[in-house]
């Protein structure tokens, strides 16, 4: 039974460039979140999703970011026109249920340049 | 070794003593906590779970104990072994209606041979 798997592992994008991350979470689990890291900090919430609904993205910035879980296929956080203050590791986390425990991915390491 | 929360995050201990982690939290309507190990470049790792209906809660060589009174929660380690060398974070979930885990700054476990 495979974790939760995020790919790439690491992406470099020019600023100004569009960044794709995905997201396949454990088999069963219907519920995504994804949470952004800086060095040395915690992780801030971004948005919840169901499939094929946003339930929460009061974490999310208003404008360049965007996320979806469709029927089929993974979860994607979308940014466009990177910037340098993109730059972080991004998680995923899965469930089965809200209020139960979330399971994290190995994340994506975003460097803007 | 101990650390206090938000104003110790860094904790040093000898291999073998026991370690205590611990974590205060602001939501008092927050029923549902998460321990989390984090090692370096990688994703969080869940480790043990409380419900605000328990105030202890044993695993494998860690006990989580919640005092819903002061609103603080705490992880104990025993037999600190090298591999417990990581960042370990309070998780909370605020209230049965809320899903979105809410992280703490973390504390870093070093463990001393």
């Known amino acids: 039974n495979a974790g939760v798997m995020q790919n790439p592992r690491h992406l470099v994008r020019r600023r100004g460039q569009e960044a794709r991350l995905r997201c396949s979470p454990m088999k069963g689990h219907s519920h995504v979140y994804w949470y952004r890291q800086l060095p040395e900090e915690g992780l801030k919430f971004m948005v919840y999703l169901q499939k094929e609904n946003i339930i929460d993205e009061s974490g999310m910035p208003k404008e360049r970011f965007s996320a979806e879980f469709p029927k089929e296929g993974p979860s994607i956080l979308r940014i466009q026109q990177v910037v340098r203050g993109d730059s972080a590791a991004y998680f995923c986390?899965?469930?089965?249920?809200?209020?139960?425990?979330?399971?994290f991915g190995q994340g994506t390491r975003l460097t803007v340049v | 070794g101990e650390s206090v929360g938000l104003h110790l995050p860094t904790l040093s201990v000898q291999e073998g003593d026991n370690s205590i982690i611990n974590c205060a939290y602001s939501n008092s309507a927050s029923d549902y906590f998460i321990w989390y190990k984090q090692e370096s470049g990688k994703g969080p790792q869940f480790i043990i779970d409380i419900r605000s209906n328990m105030d202890k809660r044993q695993g494998q060589r860690v006990t989580v104990l919640l005092n819903k009174t002061v609103k603080h929660l705490s992880l104990q380690i025993a037999a600190t072994q090298p591999g417990d060398s990581a960042v370990y974070f309070c998780a909370e979930i605020g209230g049965s209606n809320d899903y979105k885990l809410s992280f703490g700054a973390g504390t870093t476990v070093t463990v001393r041979a």
């Open positions: 986390a899965s469930s089965n249920n809200k209020n139960t425990e979330a399971f």
